[in-house]
């Protein structure tokens, strides 16, 4: 059963770059056809798909946040890392990292981002 675990700070200032690292445990991030994907969840508000790196290195972004992100990972550490530049309050929120083969069967626990000076 694989297992993540997010990291990072919990408050950013705007105009900054969130920072936030996924841990994974119980599988490799380069085990075939998994996909290693972020997702938020602003306030009152529903889950955002922000995008994903593949087994293979590959990476997909939501065209909404594209310019503003990054995903890369670490195979050493078995890790993988989401920036998300030029942050404003509106990037508040909970995210999770979640990995799957087809949808995301498996999720860490969330972590709270607050955007704010």
């Known amino acids: 059963q694989v297992q993540l675990q997010e990291s990072g700070p919990g408050l950013v200032k705007p105009s900054q770059t969130l920072s936030l690292t996924c841990t994974v445990s119980g599988g490799s991030i380069t085990a075939n056809n998994y996909y290693w994907s972020w997702i938020r969840q602003p306030p009152g508000k529903g889950l955002e798909w922000i995008g994903y790196i593949s087994y293979s290195g590959s990476t997909y972004y939501s065209p909404a946040l594209k310019s503003r992100t990054s995903i890369s990972r670490d195979t050493s550490k078995n890790q993988f890392t989401l920036q998300l530049s030029s942050v404003t309050p509106e990037d508040t929120a909970v995210y999770y990292c979640?990995?799957?083969?087809?949808?995301?069967?498996?999720w860490g626990q969330g972590t709270q981002v607050t955007v704010s000076s």
């Open positions: 979640a990995s799957g083969r087809t949808g995301f069967g498996s």
